[in-house]
């Protein structure tokens, strides 16, 4: 099993461990900046803290979704914004937009097999069509290994 994916400490702990209890100190100085447990208000005086410490908890919310799963894979939703042939002509570059809730959004590049690329681009317009019919979000989810999507497939209940 290749392994390369996980980074340990000296002591043995993993990155997502590490980032977990990072997250967790970040949630208990947000509710002693707030004034409620809501953590919607800061406490006077501490503005700059409780904005710069909502900020930490997003980037660090942010670095989890990124960490790859016991196997290696990463997913992402979000929309294909572009694509680009290779030097590489059994490969194509494509630009994938992660879906926010934040009005910034952050693109991608991940590598497709030209043979995924086919199967994908073919089916694509005629039924983005009649998910739009549907009311059905136009989002994807594609599952990612070292940079190459492995897999691509429609999301059906985006909340």
């Given at each position: ?49 409780w904005e710069s410490t909502k900020e930490n908890i997003r ?49 991608f590049y991940f590598l497709l097999t030209r043979k995924l ?43």
């Amino acid at each position: 099993m290749d392994c390369s994916y996980v980074d340990f400490s000296v002591y043995g702990v993993s990155k997502r461990k590490y980032l977990l209890e990072q997250l967790e100190q970040e949630k208990y100085n947000l509710l002693c900046y707030s004034l409620d447990i809501l953590t919607t208000t800061p406490k006077k005086g501490y503005d700059a803290l409780w904005e710069s410490t909502k900020e930490n908890i997003r980037l660090i919310e942010q670095m989890l979704k990124e960490l790859p799963d016991a196997e290696g894979y990463t997913f992402f939703v979000g929309q294909f914004m572009g694509y680009q042939p290779c030097e590489d002509m059994d490969f194509v570059m494509g630009r994938f937009e992660v879906a926010t809730t934040e009005p910034k959004s952050e693109s991608f590049y991940f590598l497709l097999t030209r043979k995924l690329y086919d199967e994908w681009v073919k089916n694509y317009c005629t039924e983005a069509e009649e998910r739009r019919k549907q009311d059905k979000p136009c989002l994807f989810v594609i599952k990612v290994k070292k940079g190459e999507v492995l897999e691509i497939d429609w999301v059906d209940n985006w909340t």
